[in-house]
């Protein structure tokens, strides 16, 4: 009976309580739990590939984007390869900073909150062959590292290097490394083993980075379900599925990756251990939206919104090309409803897919320590 009655006396405290407090008493929580004030950063540097470039391989190779790239929020080709915003716009709005200006575009830019210089097709080490040979970008990790050296030596805020300390450094790049390998001669196996390696060049890069900029909060989003992406499935078909329907090989040496990027960031915090480091493992983010689409708004994961032929609706023609079929050109453009689609052009994410992984990966459920993204200059509470 004194049991019961207790649990009903706590049971009117707790609704009490409630009732009277009301919203402060949510702030209040919050403030307990995490002990502290949201973090503010007065810019953000981004080192990445296209997942999060925001016009730098545009800029340094003028029309490689055409329409409709950006048509969903730009309403014209925004220097992203998506039709509209990708995470790295919406980490910067959530902090109210503008979208990253990226560091190779010399129009309209100043740096004043940042820059970004991550370009598409970047790897982390040097490609084997660069555009126009092949794909990859000249700008790789190495080369973004230290274009930042000069950016930082020679911008007028250097005057006060609180600037440069109190940034927020976020890291984006891989998935090339993967891809480069993928299209080599080397085995799935063979490739695998040289995970460790790309992994050394990421730490190398991320501790000169570190050094040179005094940085306190860094965000590393680990590697995607490369596997999952119709141009992956499209050259691989008789690559083995995985329960989602992905390629099980490419994901695998993804999550390899990601277990080695897991363990050089446990390594970068012992080494650097004035640093908040917050691991985000963008891949089960974006896997959740292959294996519950429905649950996230969308539709057909596996189709190109902006694609033409076969099963992947991805082809020899890309996004934004013409193609001829029966003697009728033939425009191939976006889909009906992408913001119902996960894929864009069969490589990258719509703007729907991007904010969908945004917001999951914002509240700290995918983040090592688990901290809300705007948290994410503080380190794991002990
Ligand atoms: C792959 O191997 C073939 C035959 O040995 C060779 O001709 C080709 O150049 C190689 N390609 C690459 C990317 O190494
Ligand atoms: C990659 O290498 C790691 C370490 O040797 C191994 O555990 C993993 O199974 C390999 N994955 C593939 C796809 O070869
Ligand atoms: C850190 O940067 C300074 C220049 O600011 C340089 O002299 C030093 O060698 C760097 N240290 C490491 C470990 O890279
Ligand atoms: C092209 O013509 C062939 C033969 O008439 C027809 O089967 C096919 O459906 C046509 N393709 C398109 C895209 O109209």
């Known amino acids: 009976m004194e049991f019961l009655a207790n649990l009903v006396r706590f049971f009117i405290y707790l609704s009490c309580s409630c009732m009277v407090l009301s919203s402060i008493t949510i702030f209040k929580i919050n403030f307990v739990a995490f002990g502290v004030e949201d973090c503010e950063f007065p810019a953000i540097f981004n080192f990445g590939d296209s997942n999060s470039d925001t016009g ?48 190779l ?24 062959l660069i555009i126009p040979n092949a794909g990859y970008s000249p700008f790789y990790l190495d080369v973004q590292y230290t274009q930042f050296v000069r950016l930082k030596s020679t911008s007028q805020p250097k005057t006060h290097g609180e600037y440069f300390k109190r940034a927020l450094y976020t890291f984006d790049i891989g998935q090339n490394d993967l891809n480069q390998g993928f299209f080599s001669n080397l085995s799935i196996g063979e490739f695998n083993a040289s995970v460790p390696d790309i992994i050394n060049s990421f730490s190398t890069n991320f501790k000169n980075i570190h050094n040179i900029s005094g940085g306190r909060s860094f965000w590393i989003h680990n590697t995607g379900p490369i596997g999952c992406l119709p141009y992956i499935l499209d050259a691989f078909p008789s690559a083995q599925k995985d329960e989602a329907g992905c390629a099980k090989p490419h994901n695998e040496v993804a999550q390899y990756f990601n277990a080695k990027l897991k363990e050089a960031v446990v390594q970068l915090r012992k080494e650097i251990p004035l640093a908040a480091i917050t691991y985000v493992d963008v891949y089960s983010a974006k896997y959740s939206l292959y294996t519950h ?90």
């Not at 800029?59 to 039709?83: L, M, N, Q, V, W």
């Not at 004043?112 to 598409?120: H, L, M, P, R």
Request: one cysteine or more; a positive charge.
């Open 56 to 103: 730098g391989l545009a800029a340094a190779f003028p029309s490689r984007i055409y329409k409709p790239y950006g048509d969903t929020f730009f309403h014209e080709p925004a220097g992203r390869f998506s039709d509209g915003r990708l995470i790295i716009d919406f980490i910067a709005k959530s902090f109210d900073l503008p979208y990253l200006s990226a560091y």
């Open 293 to 382: 689409p429905h649950d996230n708004g969308f539709e057909r994961p596996f189709v190109t919104c902006c694609g033409y032929g076969g099963k992947y609706n991805y082809g020899s023609v890309a996004c934004g090309g013409t193609i001829h079929v029966n003697g009728t050109q033939i425009f191939v453009g976006s889909c009906q409803r992408p913001w119902a689609r996960v894929i864009w052009d069969g490589a990258h994410y719509t703007e729907a897919a991007n904010k969908a992984v945004y917001h999951k990966i914002l509240t700290g459920a995918y983040s090592d320590p688990p901290l809300p993204l705007k948290k994410t200059c503080y380190k794991t509470p002990k």
């Open 105 to 128: 575009d010399s129009q309209w830019t100043n740096f004043k909150d940042g820059a970004n210089f991550a370009t598409a097709a970047s790897t982390i080490r040097l490609p084997n």
